[in-house]
T-cell receptor, first 113, second 111 residues
Framework: DVKVTQSSRYLVKRTGEKVFLECVQDMDHENMFWYRQDPGLGLRLIYFSYDVKMKEKGDIPEGYSVSREKKERFSLILESASTNQTSMYLC????????????FGEGSRLTVL | KNEVEQSPQNLTAQEGEFITINCSYSVGISALHWLQQHPGGGIVSLFMLSSGKKKHGRLIATINIQEKHSSLHITASHPRDSAVYICAVPNYGGSQGNLIFGKGTKLSVKP
């Protein structure tokens, strides 16, 4: 069965802390995505990667960076967490670009105090 | 940039009822996705369709390319169908590989 695993379901961090969100997929997918989901705004793309060491900014990349050193792992980094980054973060992977079926992780709910 | 509108935003139904959720988009697409999100967060892909109709169990998805409209139907609804249903389309002109997501339809099925 296809699986996308996010490292933490719930995190609580303090303003200014560095935060790492990890995502691992076991499907050998080229494409991996990080989204955030906020009430009333839906899912918005932060960054995506179409290959190892390759990344592209999504619609809301400010305050975030990513790392993809291995095909199966895509990390989202908040260099200095702020309260407006309190959100649900969802990782996804697919074989192709927007026409490919997306497989999502369970989500990581981050609270920044 | 594609824009996606879903309706209704919220829907309450009695068990057994036939459910319809609608999705309209502004720019012609190659494929449209229907997703399901249960409380707790995880999202599951239900359908990806580019024309006509697809069926999986009690779920049916249809798309009219000319009218830029898709519907998701649930027959004989059940409380376990309670979830948020989201449609998504490619964001041509935006970030490559990006999908634009509707804001979702929250369905609650009462026993």
């Amino acid at each position: 069965d296809v699986k996308v695993t996010q490292s933490s379901r719930y995190l609580v961090k303090r303003t200014g802390e560095k935060v790492f969100l990890e995502c691992v997929q076991d499907m050998d997918h080229e494409n991996m995505f990080w989204y955030r989901q906020d009430p009333g705004l839906g899912l918005r793309l932060i960054y995506f990667s179409y290959d190892v060491k390759m990344k592209e900014k999504g619609d809301i990349p400010e305050g975030y960076s990513v790392s993809r050193e291995k095909k199966e792992r895509f990390s989202l980094i908040l260099e200095s967490a702020s309260t407006n980054q309190t959100s649900m973060y969802l990782c996804a992977s697919s074989l192709a670009h927007s026409t490919g079926e997306l497989f999502f992780g369970e989500g990581s709910r981050l609270t920044v105090l | 940039k594609n824009e996606v509108e879903q309706s209704p935003q919220n829907l309450t139904a009695q068990e057994g009822e036939f459910i319809t959720i609608n999705c309209s988009y502004s720019v012609g697409i190659s494929a449209l996705h229907w997703l399901q999100q249960h409380p707790g967060g995880g999202i599951v892909s239900l359908f990806m369709l580019s024309s006509g109709k697809k069926k999986h169990g009690r779920l049916i998805a249809t798309i009219n390319i000319q009218e830029k409209h898709s519907s998701l139907h649930i027959t004989a609804s059940h409380p376990r169908d309670s979830a948020v249903y989201i449609c998504a389309v490619p964001n041509y002109g935006g970030s490559q590989g990006n999908l634009i997501f509707g804001k979702g339809t929250k369905l609650s099925v009462k026993p």
